[in-house]
């Protein structure tokens, strides 16, 4: 099971952090990603973690801005989200999986558990 929170509104320029909390499963073999939908668009892929190793992979548009984390104790990922933009608007969801391979840590349908989404809004 996996809950976000975090979200809100803020002015652009600000920062947020998004946190999803995974129970039931093997952590040491998951990889948690986040992910987002704006209005209107597709779904897309906005960082990951590896729970073991804890190597990290971002999408172009957000690196340097964006900043995802794991916290071992509390079985918690992070999205520490600044410097953000109006287009950084959309519903961000947090997914996990265990068996993802490399080449598919950005595609949503390789992903197996989905939370329920959080709503960032960023105005201008």
């Known amino acids: 099971q996996l809950v976000e929170s975090g979200g809100g509104l803020v002015q652009a320029g600000g920062s947020l952090r998004l946190s999803c909390a995974a129970s039931?499963?093997?952590?040491?073999?998951?990889?948690v990603g986040w992910f987002r939908q704006a209005p209107g668009k597709e779904r897309e892929f906005v960082a990951a973690?590896?729970?073991?190793?804890?190597?990290?992979y971002y999408a172009d548009s957000v690196k340097g801005r964006l900043t995802i984390s794991r916290d071992n104790a509390k079985t918690t990922v992070y999205l520490l989200m600044n410097s953000l933009r109006p287009e950084d608007t959309a519903v961000y969801y947090c997914?996990?999986?265990?068996?993802?391979?490399?080449?598919?840590?950005?595609?949503?349908?390789?992903?197996?558990?989905w939370g329920q989404g959080t709503q960032v809004t960023v105005s201008s």
């Open positions: 973690i590896r729970w073991s190793g804890g190597s990290t």
């Open positions: 039931g499963r093997t952590f040491s073999r998951l990889t």
């Open positions: 997914a996990a999986d265990p068996s993802i391979i490399l080449s598919s840590i950005r595609v949503d349908q390789q992903y197996e558990y």
